[in-house]
């Protein structure tokens, strides 16, 4: 393993241990981040390719997704790392507004360094704070799982892939989707 990504994996595992609380009440936006689908690219469809994406402990593979305007693209993500990763797909603007609840769900306890309380998460679904993290443009996933979405490119926006969990993203774990038309 590199230094650097070793620096990144201690980095990462005390800012899950010892973040800060970071929740910001009575917003009314309980979006959380994960960006409007309209102007994101539409959930679901007929995928005309697959994309495995692998996430590790600071990092994707591939780095970069290349897809054509309107485009839908069947993603089976695949978590290799050792602690809890997001594949998110979203505007660079959507991912730094996702942060806060992630953060959010960092300190409440559904998401820990290597375990989701998915039981947590399903029990806030619907009520003012809902943290069931059950978006169409993004998989949360335990070290060892896999799953699968599929994304229908049809949207000009600047998009990129990335992990919202504290500390992630800000350690590089981002990569891009070049759309062409």
């Known amino acids: 393993m590199k ?11 005390v800012g899950l241990a010892t973040a800060p609380l970071a929740f910001a009440a009575g917003s009314g936006n309980h979006s959380h981040g994960h960006g409007s689908t309209a102007s994101i690219g539409t ?12 996430m590790y402990d600071n990092y994707y593979e591939p780095e970069q ?38 953060q959010m769900m960092v300190d409440m306890g559904m998401i820990g360094i290597d375990k989701i309380n998915r039981t947590a998460m399903a029990a806030s679904k619907g009520t003012d704070h809902d943290m069931s993290h059950d978006e169409p443009n993004s998989v949360l996933l335990e070290p060892g799982e896999s799953r699968s979405m599929v994304w229908t ?9 990335a992990c919202n969990i504290p500390g992630h993203y800000d350690s590089g774990m981002a990569g891009d989707i070049a759309i062409a038309h």
């Open 43 to 54: 959930p679901g469809g007929t995928p005309t390719r697959t994309v495995t994406v692998t």
């Open 3 to 13: 230094s650097s990504r070793f620096a990144a994996l201690v980095a990462l595992s």
């Open 153 to 161: 490119f049809d949207t000009d926006a600047g998009l990129e892939f």
């Open 65 to 102: 997704i290349a897809v054509r305007h309107g485009e839908t693209v069947q993603f089976v993500v695949k978590n290799a790392g050792s602690f809890v990763h997001e594949f998110n797909i979203n505007t660079p603007d959507d991912h730094a507004s996702h942060g806060p609840h992630m």
